[in-house]
């Protein structure tokens, strides 16, 4: 399965990024091939809307999942609509988030904010 996370540095020791549409770069797993891309995120700079031009980077990197700790409504729906699940994370550690991922750990991310919409974040 290939997966999608948020991260603040093009590293696997890396952690987690708390906020999807800002974060630096996105690491694309795959959990059977353990291959890993790092893509920088051109969304981080947007005025507005970083998390729906975010939402569409993870779409046309044909993900089957997203691993965040939190996301926007509006991201959220770009990514439901093209059948991406939402994980929450557990902790910052990227390495024990993909192992908890692919051992079944991972609870659905059920709490989708309003989003930030320009007031930061």
Do not use: W
């Not at 093009?10 to 797993?29: A, D, H, M, W």
């Not at 994370?89 to 309003?114: C, M, Q, R, Y």
């Amino acid at each position: 399965m290939k997966v999608a996370i948020p991260v603040d540095d093009k590293s696997l020791e890396t952690n987690v990024c708390q906020s999807f549409g800002r974060t630096p770069f996105y690491l694309i797993y795959d959990t059977e091939s353990k291959e890993s891309v790092f893509l920088d995120n051109s969304a981080v700079a947007s005025q507005g809307g970083a998390g729906i031009k975010a939402a569409q980077i993870i779409v046309d990197n044909k993900v089957s999942a997203l691993l965040t700790p939190r996301c926007g409504e509006n991201a959220a729906e770009v990514l439901r609509a093209a059948n991406i699940k939402l994980f929450k994370t557990v902790n910052a550690s990227l390495k024990d988030n993909i192992d908890a991922l692919i051992e079944g750990k991972l609870s659905l991310l059920e709490d989708i904010h309003p989003g930030f919409h320009g007031h930061g974040g």
